[in-house]
């Protein structure tokens, strides 16, 4: 199998992001430590960019894949759009420099403040998952003398295939509205004085490896807006969200192209913007988590190597028992052992893979594969382990873009009793 992380490549056996080596880059910003290629992101892009090429079209990166503001500056500075979650992810956009015009709001539980934030920013698109949300973004508008921007988040109720908790477009899951429902929606948002309808949005769910879903929820979309047309509701765009998946270990995947192209030919003829919202397969495989082994735990059934990156830094494997390639900084020519590389946390669920073959020793140092993406941005402080820094490598320059955070950081907000 080929080595498949663009970006990352051995040189004299040792693993190298762009033109800098991994080794250079933890002796400079210690360990565990986030690693980004700018490369590997920019051609990603280029991706989605090739196959989307003549046809209106905005790549609405997905902010919660990875919020780091270089990363956010990057995207921008490509042409992008942003799909937001929240408040924090509309300020973290603007902060970075990215165009308000060019962002969409998802998710179930927008506040009144987001929704005020998203208005006075001048977005693009409030998505709209609720029929209460529909009310209250028309209460927030009118109050701020405003026409809102809004499109319906549609479930396509189509099975993406994926692991069920980043499947999101079934009937039984939380977000969007009832496809049945959509059309009377529609009529009553158009009788409402303070919003605008502009789109209608889907997102099926994430990791996808195969076309088929997305071009079978494209397709519910495209029938539904055929139906509005002729009810006289005319959108300016089509949002068929993200989800397109990356490999981890050994998936099979079918390329972007195929994911848009199917789309794109049910939407030949449209004058409607596509809007694709991917996060994952931009940046999931431009990043790494660089960690180094502590112990060489010899265990009554199993080895172990202990390292100094944890649950807290990759929360993947623990909560979806996801796999993600280890790769060693330095090849060992050793035939090496079978190990559970494993964190420092006080929980069984903390690992980072069951049963790899390494030739690692303690001080040695690993990379944690595919780690782009839901890494950093799903990180926590448990077990007062102060948040790893982020680097983010162009050519031969590494760029220090999050620096690391202090222990005393963690605890700055709280006070003891008086
Ligand atoms: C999370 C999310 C995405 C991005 O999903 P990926 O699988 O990372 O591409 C896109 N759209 C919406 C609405 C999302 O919530």
Known sequence: MGFSYPGFTYRNDRLHVEGLALEDI???????????????????????????????????????????????????????????????????????????????????????????????????????????????????????????????????????????????????????????????????????????????????????????????????????????????????????????????????????????????????????TLIVDPGRSLVGNAGVLLCRVEYVKHGEAKNFLVVDAAMNDLIRPALYNAWHEILPARKDSGPGAVYDVVGPVCETGDFLGHERRLAASAGDLLAVMSAGAYAMTMSSNYNSRPRAPEVLVDGSEMHLVRERETVAELFAKERVLL
Do not use: W
């Open 26 to 272: 933890a002796a400079r910003h210690g360990t565990p430590c986030y690693v980004y290629s700018r490369e590997a992101i920019e051609s990603a892009y280029r991706e989605y960019e090739r196959a989307l090429a003549g046809r209106p079209a905005l790549i609405a990166y997905s902010v919660k894949a990875n919020s780091n503001l270089a990363v956010l500056n990057v995207m921008s500075r490509l042409g992008a759009g942003f799909d937001i979650v929240s408040g924090g992810e509309l300020s973290r956009v603007l902060a970075a420099g990215g165009d308000p015009r060019k962002v969409v709001f998802s998710g179930v539980g927008k506040t009144e403040d987001e929704i005020a934030a998203a208005l006075e920013a001048g977005i693009l698109s409030i998505n709209l998952e609720s029929p209460e949300e529909l009310e209250r973004v028309d209460g927030v508008a009118g109050r701020l003398g405003k026409v809102a921007p809004i499109a319906f988040r549609v479930n396509p109720d189509v099975d993406a295939r994926t692991h069920p908790y980043i499947s999101t477009g079934l009937k039984k899951n939380k977000f969007g509205v009832a496809y049945a429902d959509a059309e009377r929606l529609y009529r009553d948002a158009a009788h409402r004085p303070h919003v605008r309808t502009v789109g209608v949005g889907c997102h099926i769910g994430s990791q996808l490896t195969g076309a088929g879903p997305f071009v079978a929820a494209a397709e519910r979309m495209l029938a539904l807006v055929q139906r509005l047309d002729k009810a006289g509701i005319a959108l300016e765009h089509i949002d068929l969200g993200g989800g397109v998946g990356i490999r981890y270990k050994d998936e099979t995947l079918e390329p972007v192209a195929a994911f848009l192209d199917g789309a794109l030919g049910m939407l030949a003829g449209r004058k409607e």
